[in-house]
């Protein structure tokens, strides 16, 4: 990889990108709220099924798809991922995540002067439909179409980034240390390969959304007496 589309890449999944991430838990939360996760044991293997059930079958392989579309300025298709990826977030807070995060992102690349006039149109005429908003994944790809890396590694830098997101949200909501973070960390870096090579082969209108178990959290969430996060 050249060094421009590593240091791209490396901007995308960096924490100091002012895209909110680190505001939101995912329903993690509302599941320790909940006794679901109590260890860090259970962190492990409940972020770890998130990756494979949720992300690998459904953010990932949006991604991989939306970075063609972008390249290719395919923006039929570009919307129709994205309408996809607002109608499957099953909590309103879970789509206001996705919805903020994408339009920090993409006013960041708008101030960067990083947007095709094309590009830039059909974001404006986005906010004319019933979307209004450009989703995270969608705005992701967005920018990581210029940068010249594969999409592989494209994918990987999103599931790093999510990964130390909600990493960061289990030691804000519970007793752990860093360096339980750490090897939380290192256990979503293993199993990150092989659910981005799972996503690479789904196909236009095979991407799935179901995670109820998410979805009960995250409802949960939205009513829980104490937060510190909007997710």
Sequence with gaps: MLDTSLMQLLWLASPALPVGGFSYSEGLEAAIDNALVTEEAD???????????????????VLAMALRAWQA?????VSDLNQWVLCTRESSELRAQTEQMGRSLTDVLRQQSKL??????FLASLHRTP???LSYPLAFAL?????GASARSCLVCYAFGWAENLMQAALKSMQLGQTAGQRILAGLMQAIPP??????????????????GIAIVSSRHEAQYSRLFRS
């Design 43 to 61: 962190v492990v293997a409940w972020l770890g099924d998130q990756l494979h059930l949720s992300l690998a079958r459904s953010d990932l392989p």
């Design 73 to 77: 300025s395919d923006f039929a298709r």
């Design 116 to 121: 095709t006039p094309e590009q830039t149109a």
């Design 131 to 133: 979307q209004k908003a």
């Design 143 to 147: 920018a990581a179409s210029g940068s």
């Design 195 to 212: 659910a981005v090579a799972y996503a690479l082969e789904v196909e236009y209108g095979q991407q799935q959304a179901f995670t109820p």
